[in-house]
T-cell receptor
Framework: GQNIDQPTEMTATEGAIVQINCTYQ??????LFWYQQHAGEAPTFLSY??LDGLEEKGRFSSFLSRSKGYSYLLLKELQMKDSASYLC??????????WGAGTKLIIKP | GAVVSQHPSRVICKSGTSVKIECRSL??????MFWYRQFPKQSLMLMAT?????????EQGVEKDKFLINHASLTLSTLTVTSAHPEDSSFYIC?????????????FGPGTRLTVL
């Protein structure tokens, strides 16, 4: 079956760095997405990786290793507004998104 | 960037009534639209995939006679929850995709919160 694993919850301190990991087993791979979702709102797109390596976008970076079925989202200089759920999703061979359950990130002052 | 809108954003209805939710791609043509449902503290659950001009493909466990999906044009898809019951209360989110062969993103609508009394 298809499976996306990511931690259920993480806690970090304002101003610090946090890494959210995602491992996947899917039928085919056409890219991996990271989304941010604040409570009660639809997910917003953060990043898309299809080739191995690190993609940097401001305070957020996303890394992909296709051979390991692994990705991480790195958040730097954490701000209170970064408290949210972070969803990892893989585009499978049918170009449909397979979603992880999300990681709830709690930022403490 | 690409914008997807949903209407209404919130709806409250009585049990037994039907509710229609619209999903529109505002600045691009969406060959494929997806309808999701989000349960509290869980990730999005894909309900169905609709391609313009053809019947929607429903995920296992989703009643196609209860959740009617119409994708009549390249910019509009509708989800109708028929004979709604309190257990249908949820956050319904649509997304749209422009291409199929090319790698592309799904653009999400803001969601519709349905409350059935």
């Amino acid at each position: 079956g298809q499976n996306i694993d990511q931690p259920t919850e993480m806690t970090a301190t304002e101003g610090a760095i946090v890494q959210i990991n995602c491992t996947y087993q899917t039928s085919g791979f056409n890219g991996l997405f990271w989304y941010q979702q604040h409570a009660g709102e639809a997910p917003t797109f953060l990043s898309y990786n299809v080739l191995d390596g690190l993609e940097e976008k401001g305070r957020f970076s996303s890394f992909l290793s296709r051979s390991k079925g692994y990705s991480y989202l790195l958040l730097k200089e954490l701000q209170m507004k970064d408290s949210a759920s972070y969803l990892c999703a893989v585009l499978d061979s049918n170009y449909q998104l397979i979603w992880g359950a999300g990681t709830k990130l709690i930022i403490k002052p | 960037g690409a914008v997807v809108s949903q209407h209404p954003s919130r709806v409250i209805c009585k049990s037994g009534t039907s509710v229609k939710i619209e999903c529109r791609s505002l600045d691009f043509q969406a060959t494929t639209m997806f309808w999701y449902r989000q349960f509290p503290k869980q990730s999005l659950m894909l309900m169905a995939t609709s391609n313009e001009g053809s019947k929607a493909t429903y995920e296992q466990g989703v009643e196609k006679d209860k959740f009617l999906i119409n994708h009549a044009s390249l910019t509009l898809s509708t989800l109708t929850v028929t004979s709604a019951h309190p257990e249908d209360s949820s956050f319904y989110i649509c997304s749209a995709r422009a291409g199929q062969g090319d790698i592309d993103e799904q653009f999400f609508g803001p969601g519709t919160r349905l409350t059935v009394l």
